[in-house]
């Protein structure tokens, strides 16, 4: 059973770079149809997606936040990492790193998508 | 604002039938598959419901969804204490080019 676990520092300075690193177990980053993923969650608000990854090396991410993110994927300690630059308080979240499925219905003749593992969360804090 | 649209609460006494809204567009919901997540208070979400109607191993069939046009629904029936939680719906939006989630429902068990 896969698992991930999140870490990083807690409490980032305004101006700097969040860094956090995923930890698969149970499991590689390089199987096919995944895509790895950070998700945030700020104080009392709901799910925001930051971006994924692929283990071959495309990238997606969110509008808002492109040009100050950047997830990759590091086979050899299989790992995946998040770095958000230029953090202000409003970037103040808890994060978590999550597996997404992929597949094709060939039945329905379409896509599907869906996040099935969800790291615990790691809580970063930038002080205004 | 969420790009998808979900009531705020919701709320029902145990053995009740619950139904949570999700309303999208064509470009989110009306073109691509929905998720539903389960998030109890402290933790971290946990797939719920995917591709519009599957549940993934380990979830009761209290729980069901679906999908029509560009609204989807979660539907809890035999309503249970411990499903007091955040429920969150999300798709993938072609026009943003990205995962857009709901803004989430918080149910409570009275």
């Known amino acids: 059973q896969v698992q991930l676990q999140d870490s990083g520092p807690g409490l980032v300075k305004p101006s700097e770079t969040l860094s956090l690193t995923c930890t698969v177990s149970?499991?590689?980053?390089?199987?096919?149809?995944?895509?790895w993923s950070w998700i945030r969650q700020p104080p009392g608000k709901g799910l925001e997606w930051i971006g994924y990854?692929?283990?071959?090396?495309?990238?997606n991410y969110n509008p808002s936040l492109k040009s100050r993110v950047t997830i990759s994927v590091d086979t050899s300690k299989n790992q995946f990492s998040l770095k958000l630059n230029s953090v202000t308080a409003a970037d103040t979240a808890v994060y978590y790193c999550?597996?997404?499925?992929?597949?094709?219905?060939?039945?329905?003749?379409?896509?599907?998508?869906?996040?099935?593992?969800w790291g615990k969360g790691t809580t970063v804090t930038v002080p205004s | 604002q969420s790009v998808l649209t979900q009531p705020p609460s919701a709320s029902g006494t145990p053995g009740q039938r619950v139904t949570v809204s999700c309303s999208g567009i064509?470009?989110?919901?009306?073109?691509?598959?929905v998720n539903w997540y389960q998030q109890l208070p402290g933790t971290a979400p946990k797939l719920l419901i995917h591709?519009?109607?599957e549940r993934p191993s380990g979830v009761p069939d209290r729980f069901s969804g679906s999908r029509s046009g560009t609204s989807a629904s979660l539907a809890i029936s035999g309503l249970q204490s411990e499903d007091e939680a955040d429920y969150y719906c999300?798709?993938?939006?072609?026009?943003?080019?990205?995962?857009?989630f709901g803004g989430g429902t918080k149910l409570t068990v009275l």
């Open positions: 990854a692929s283990y071959s090396g495309s990238t």
């Open positions: 591709t519009n109607n």
């Open positions: 149970g499991g590689s980053v390089t199987s096919g149809s995944y895509f």
């Open positions: 999300a798709a993938w939006d072609d026009s943003l080019k990205g995962w857009v």
């Open positions: 999550v597996r997404i499925k992929s597949g094709y219905d060939y039945l329905g003749g379409y896509y599907y998508y869906y996040m099935d593992v």
């Open positions: 064509s470009s989110n919901i009306g073109s691509n598959t």
